[in-house]
């Protein structure tokens, strides 16, 4: 792993910092301006106390943190104006863990408000512009760690993944999303928005530079209960393992008509560098695919309702001014403090689960989501080794263009909800651009089997490299 100024991470001790003072001068430089990225929501102001003096897998390496993980020395905003300022009083594990290894945060990054987007434009403190084209949007709710990678102030960050938010970013920017099988990495310190689909998730300059950051964050908490008990295998030794003999399914239901041309046929030309990579492709069926959108927007904003209401001006949040009763105080505040999208949801979500719906609506999406997870269980039982989709439909698109049309919004996660709904691993990792524009791979892979699914990303990146690799020009 390199750090932005181009000399290796391990290279750099603590009590030098030089690979954080790059990185800082770097984000300063990309965000600064009316047409700077706006990548970062805050910076750190002095060199890293949390780095492990002279060792550890992350020795010396600069590492970007989405703002709804939680850090002790800076702000956790969640994107939010409801959240503004507020210094959380204990740190996440994720980011305990990455200091532990010798690593440094250099800052805090941009997200749709609660993560709740798929551009970066839903933040109260303004979008986050693609660095490979700063008229487009980098993708969300990620979309300020994926776009700190991008544009070279840091080799790999954290994010969170509830529908696609690190793998749809990733495929934005360009560079290599991993969001781990659920339970992998403890949420403790994950500013919730749907308990059962979060996880966070990495981002990598390369899928080595992702698996390397994972194989840190990765393992049991015991302050989260849903971490799961699993030992944590050297990701980063498996790189080399390859696809040979691997049985890498190409589901029909992600080749639909909503598939950009352009993206089309550079997946197309994944599958044959797959192909000449030893995997055995085969067509297989993912039928209940179909309906992992709607399903997907009734219960995320079903559980984020329910997560959210403890932001009410009192317990979390700014308090509106002049307010006068309890119940005043909360619509005041709420109203204040949560943007368009954040309000849509806690609406979608509330309506979902009352009285008289909550059959119709929340009951049936969960019995929907077990048919997805039952395609998934079917496909692994029938020798498929590996899923690989196209990450998006579409490439990068201009900001603003879906702002006032939230069904196109939500389509952006088309095909990446169904991993989040059925809990299991995905990666998007670079393939050939369309027009100029960054465009991605994703591949799924059985519960716990992350080291095989990132061995499939590393021989397609592999395959890029011994090309020339890849061009956005």
């Known amino acids: 792993m390199e ?17 954080l003072s790059r990185a800082l001068a770097r984000a300063r430089a990309v965000d600064e301006g009316p047409e700077g990225l706006n990548c970062f929501l805050s910076l750190s102001q002095a060199l890293d106390p949390g ?3 002279g060792g550890g897998p992350l020795a010396g390496v600069p590492v970007a943190v989405k703002d709804n993980i939680c850090t002790l020395e800076l702000p956790t905003t969640c994107g939010s104006r409801f959240l503004e ?6 740190q996440a594990t994720v980011v305990r863990k990455v200091r532990e290894a010798g690593g440094f945060v250099v800052g805090k990054t941009n997200m749709d408000e609660f993560g709740m987007g798929s551009s970066t434009e839903n933040s109260a403190y303004g979008p986050t512009r693609n660095p490979r084209d700063p008229s487009r949007v980098p993708g969300g709710s990620s979309g300020g760690s994926a776009a700190a990678v991008a544009a070279g102030v840091v080799p790999c960050a954290l994010g969170s993944d509830t529908g696609g938010s690190v793998r749809q970013p990733a495929a934005f920017c360009g560079v290599v999303g991993v969001k781990p099988t659920y339970g992998r990495v403890s949420r403790y310190g994950l500013v919730a928005f749907a308990s059962s689909l979060d996880q966070i998730g990495t981002f990598g300059a390369t899928v080595e530079d992702a698996a390397r950051l994972l194989e840190v964050a990765a ?46 046929t550079s997946f197309a030309q994944a599958r044959e560098r797959l192909r000449e990579a030893g995997a055995i492709l085969r067509d297989v069926s993912l039928p209940h695919t179909r309906y ?11 559980e984020a309702s329910s997560n959210l209401a403890r932001f009410d001006g009192i317990r979390y949040g ?37 009285a008289g719906y909550h059959d119709e609506y929340y009951e049936r999406a969960q019995k929907v989501r077990s048919l997805i997870c039952r395609d998934f269980r079917r496909i692994w039982a029938e020798g498929v080794d590996l899923l690989f989709t196209p ?32 809990g299991i691993p995905a990666v998007s990792v670079p393939i050939d651009p369309v027009q100029g524009l960054p465009c991605g791979g994703q591949f799924l892979a059985p519960p716990w089997e992350e080291t095989r699914m990132l061995a499939g990303a590393a021989a397609l990146e592999r395959s890029y490299a011994s ?6 020009g």
């Not at 300022?85 to 204990?90: A, L």
């Not at 090309?467 to 956005?472: F, K």
């Open 318 to 354: 700014v308090r509106a001014l002049g307010s006068g009763s309890t119940r005043e105080v909360y619509e005041a505040s709420r109203s204040q403090g949560f943007g368009a999208e954040v309000v849509r949801r806690i609406i979608l979500g509330t309506f979902a689960l009352s």
């Open 219 to 264: 393992g049991h908490d015991p302050r989260d209960a849903t971490s799961a008990r699993r030992s944590v295998p050297s990701f980063v030794d498996a790189l080399d393992d390859g696809v040979k003999g691997k049985v890498i399914g190409i589901p029909r239901e992600y080749l639909t008509e909503a598939l950009d041309p352009g993206v089309a």
């Open 292 to 302: 992992a959108v709607p399903t997907y927007y009734i219960l995320a904003p079903a």
């Open 85 to 90: 300022g507020y210094e959380s009083p204990f």
């Open 3 to 19: 750090d932005p100024g181009g000399g290796p991470g391990n290279e750099q001790t603590n009590g030098g910092g030089s690979g």
């Open 51 to 53: 780095g492990e003096e």
């Open 467 to 472: 090309d020339g690799g890849l061009s956005h």
């Open 391 to 422: 990450t998006s439909p579409t490439p990068a698109f201009p900001l603003g263009e879906r702002v006032r049309d939230p069904l196109a919004m939500y389509l952006s996660d088309i095909f990446t909800v169904t991993a989040n709904l059925a």
